[in-house]
């Protein structure tokens, strides 16, 4: 299975204190916490990694290397039972052993490749089972296996407890040394059959592989206001502006040039009068 197949989506784990104090949310290498689980391959790896476990220092002593045996038992006929040359032969107490183990090798060569691709399998199938756990340290002043429990139930640890520490975290070591159900490791020396036997893993912010992208905390809703909003305060008045006078030539009323063209008696009007007055006074 290569490195390059399909990659699921993102897991995302509780970054948390010793105490059990929330820190924040961090999604997990991709690259790391979400492949597909290939069990054939899964199988392979953690097999050869239990065969290299094995001492291989069995042995038995054939025929050869028993002592004694050296006479024939008895002679070789005449006696109505099958011929024996040695007493230390397989059939007989206290004799040899036959293909008897030998010591050897278990060692099974294993690609690197394939190796630490099933590392991510089993560390993506117990992440997706959400058996993974990330404190930020476990930095202990003392070793003390009661500060040791504590922290595994503030991280809510429960059954087969897998952690996952650095070269220098001694004192966190001897703290988890006397819990039978804790099996602590450094982080280099992490292997498939080891995630893939524990229930829950525990790694902190400097052993957790891959880059952890810490999320954003997310923003507050907002409240509806239960008080009555006060008044906007009225806005004041704008100053009324003065418009600029304009001259303005007034125009002749024709209305009126025409009526006292109408009142004003006419020339031939006045002669006349002027001969009715006459013509009176004669």
């Known amino acids: 299975m290569s490195v390059d197949q399909e990659v699921l989506e993102p897991v995302v784990v509780e970054r948390r204190s010793a105490t059990g104090t929330v820190l924040g949310s961090v999604t997990l290498d991709p690259t790391y916490f979400s492949v597909p689980v290939n069990v054939p391959l899964v199988h392979q790896v ?15 002593k054939t025929r050869a290397e028993v002592s004694g045996g050296g006479a024939k038992p008895y002679r070789q006929k005449g006696t109505g039972n099958a011929r024996q040359g040695s007493t230390r032969a397989p059939h007989y107490a206290g004799g040899g052993v036959a293909l008897g183990p030998k010591p050897r090798s278990y060692h099974q060569r294993t690609p690197r490749k394939m190796v630490q691709q099933a590392l991510r399998c089993t560390l993506s199938d117990q992440a ?51 819990l039978p159900e804790v099996v602590t490791l450094p982080a280099d020396q992490l292997t498939a059959y080891d995630v893939l036997n524990a229930d829950v893993v525990v790694f902190t912010d400097a052993t957790l592989p891959g880059e952890a992208v810490e999320q954003a905390p997310a923003a507050a809703p907002k409240r509806r206001a239960t008080k009555a909003a006060a008044p906007k305060a009225a806005a004041p008045e704008a100053a ?6 304009v001259a303005v030539a007034e125009a002749p009323d024709d209305d009126a040039a025409g009526g006292e063209e109408d009142n004003a008696p006419t020339e031939v009007a006045v002669a006349e009068e002027a001969d009715d007055t006459e013509g009176e006074e004669q």
């Open 46 to 60: 953690v097999t050869a990694q239990l065969a290299a476990r094995r001492a291989g220092t069995q042995s038995t």
């Open 240 to 245: 009324p502006v003065e418009e600029p006078e």
């Open 128 to 178: 997706r089972a959400g058996g993974v756990r990330l404190v930020d340290a476990l930095s202990f002043d003392v070793p003390k296996t009661k500060v040791a429990l504590g922290a595994l139930a503030a991280l809510e640890c429960t059954g087969k407890i897998l952690v996952v520490l650095g070269r220098n975290d001694e004192v966190a070591a001897k703290s988890f040394a006397n």
